[in-house]
């Protein structure tokens, strides 16, 4: 009865690689979030999606893609990856966009990049 | 800009006593939500608490209670009768209509026998 599940919990690969993290909700709310913590634990957004369209995109490189297939699923892939990428990805969902609705986070994923 | 300020970096806390954790945050809006997460060693974000700017009745979880004072922009949570389980990151976030929680840097809560 997991409500946000990321796939997998730990990330480990080399420079240069090219990497996906999965992330489901049943909680049925139409808004997930991507968030990055990094080493200093600061956590940051980089995207949201509402309704598997994207409604924030913060300063992220555009190594980065989210992908929502459906508004349960946000995956997050990332093209050559660097070190600075290593870091803690949270997803996260809320039940409406624009309506400062609580967000419940998943386990997170630890990306460590060699 | 929206900003979350967290001057205390680490707090420690005997078991069954009270402890307060300070937050500020900066903002021109007069609509917006504040939040306290948890984050144990297992690394999940807790909801703890939430807050509605535009109510004035400090808000409670059991254990756990705010202080805000709009005016002053601050938001700092209260537990009280302090447990082993809460030792952890807490975290003051700050939502406008953005839906962005824009965080603090964490204050470190150790909770000691």
């Known amino acids: 009865d997991t409500a946000v599940s990321q796939t997998p919990k730990y990330l480990v690969t080399q420079m240069g690689n090219d990497k996906s993290i999965k992330c489901e909700q049943n909680l049925g709310h139409d808004t997930m979030y991507w968030y990055k913590q990094d080493s200093k634990k600061f956590l940051k957004i980089m995207f949201s999606y509402n309704n598997k369209e994207l409604i924030i995109n913060e300063t992220v490189p555009n190594r980065f893609s989210p992908k929502s297939p459906d508004k349960a699923h946000l995956n997050l892939h990332i093209n050559s990856l660097e070190l600075g990428d290593s870091a803690v990805y949270f997803c996260a969902s809320s039940r409406l966009a624009g309506h400062t609705d609580t967000q419940y986070f998943g386990p997170g994923t630890r990306l460590t990049v060699l | 800009a929206q900003t979350v300020t967290q001057s205390q970096p680490e707090m420690s806390v005997q078991e069954a006593e009270t402890v307060t954790l300070s937050c500020t945050y900066d903002?021109?809006?007069?609509?917006?939500?504040l939040f306290w997460y948890k984050q144990p060693p297992s690394r999940q974000m807790i909801l703890v608490i939430r807050q509605e700017a535009y109510k004035q009745q400090n808000a409670t979880e059991n254990r756990f209670s705010v202080n805000f004072q709009k005016a002053a922009k601050s938001f700092s949570l209260k537990i009280s009768d302090s447990q082993l389980g809460d030792t952890a990151m807490y975290f003051c976030?700050?939502?406008?209509?953005?839906?962005?929680?824009?965080f603090g840097t964490g204050t470190r809560l150790q909770v000691f026998p």
């Open positions: 903002t021109s809006e007069s609509n917006y939500y």
């Open positions: 976030a700050f939502m406008n209509s953005t839906d962005k929680l824009i």
